[in-house]
């Protein structure tokens, strides 16, 4: 049992107490484990994911571990959906400080005459639409403090372009660095910084998000091009390691950095 000064001074000490988390995609891989860590830290924590009960289990997790938190069910993608999630996380929390923009899919990886429009249309949607909506309907209240806003981006599209047919994928993250770098300098005024991190060979649920169609058809053989990380030897990274970067952006020991990406991922977008 811990006496209550030890225990005062535990509260004192977690980076982000008082503070109130929001976090899409946050029902599985790097979004729940930046979420059970921000739990830890002492934030109150709001998970929006397609699937409610994943997200729902990120909530039992975090509970768990002695944190608080709620789950809302939204696509990140529909603009409606969005906007009341945000709300109902506002009439909960009465305050909104960090944001972490991450839901993401991989979507279909295939030659450029054989993505469909619509296919196309599904990744845009949810990594890049849905990361604008995150955000837009987000900034009201971070601006009534300030606050911290951390994109999910990817190695892919901003320092490596050898998944070959992942051409949405990586464009869509491309752009999320673009959308950030627009933002950190329009909220700078409002003290809210935002910031991306781009994650490379994180092992996660991502690869059920892809469909591979007629890749063997594209001259430069995907195979041929190894993942390669140089840091482990080629083991993947975890989900916890990306969440402490997120830790330290959304946290204070960032409070001068705005407008940039980190890669995490072992040195392999440098090959
Ligand atoms: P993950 O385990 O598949 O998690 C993705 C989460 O996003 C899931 O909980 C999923 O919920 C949710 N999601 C997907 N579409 C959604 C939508 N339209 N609306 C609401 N929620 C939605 O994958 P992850 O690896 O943690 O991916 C998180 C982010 O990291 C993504 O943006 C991804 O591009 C990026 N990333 C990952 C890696 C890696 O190596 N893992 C590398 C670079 C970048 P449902 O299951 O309900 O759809």
């Known amino acids: 049992?811990?006496?209550?000064?030890?225990?005062?001074?535990?509260i004192k000490n977690m980076k982000l107490s008082a503070k109130v988390a929001v976090i899409t995609g946050g029902g599985s891989g790097i979004g729940r484990a930046a979420a059970i860590l921000?739990?830890?830290?002492?934030?109150?924590?709001?998970?929006?994911?397609?699937?409610?009960?994943a997200g729902e289990e990120t909530v039992r997790q975090l509970v768990d571990e002695g944190g608080c938190g709620l789950a809302i069910a939204a696509d990140v993608a529909d603009s409606q959906q969005m906007q009341q999630a945000f709300q109902t996380i506002f009439d909960e929390y009465q305050r909104i400080d960090i944001v972490l923009a991450n839901a993401g899919i991989n979507?279909?990886?295939s030659p450029i005459e054989e993505i469909e429009p619509e296919e196309w249309d599904r990744t845009i949607n949810t990594n890049l639409r849905g990361t604008f909506l995150t955000v837009k309907y987000a900034v009201p209240y971070l601006k009534k403090q300030g606050g911290s806003?951390?994109?999910t981006s990817s190695i892919n599209g901003t320092r490596s372009f050898r998944k070959i047919g992942a051409t949405?994928?990586?464009?869509?993250?491309?752009a999320q660095v673009a959308l950030a770098k627009m933002l950190a300098l329009e909220l700078a005024?409002?003290?809210?910084?935002?910031?991306?991190?781009?994650?490379?060979?994180?092992?996660t649920a991502i690869e059920e998000s892809t469909t591979k169609r007629h890749l063997d058809r594209i001259p430069v053989a995907p195979d041929a091009i190894q993942d390669m990380i140089p840091l482990t030897d080629n083991t993947a990274g975890s989900t916890e390691e990306v969440a402490q970067l997120v830790l330290f952006l959304v946290s204070d020991a960032s409070s001068f950095i705005t407008g940039t990406e980190v890669w995490i991922d072992g040195g392999g977008s440098l090959i």
């Open 1 to 10: 049992m811990l006496c209550d000064r030890a225990k005062n001074y535990l």
């Open 38 to 53: 921000m739990a830890k830290e002492g934030a109150k924590v709001a998970i929006i994911n397609r699937t409610v009960e």
């Open 107 to 109: 979507g279909v990886w």
């Open 149 to 151: 806003i951390v994109i």
């Open 168 to 174: 949405a994928y990586a464009s869509s993250k491309a």
């Open 189 to 203: 005024p409002s003290q809210i910084r935002v910031n991306v991190i781009c994650p490379g060979g994180v092992l």
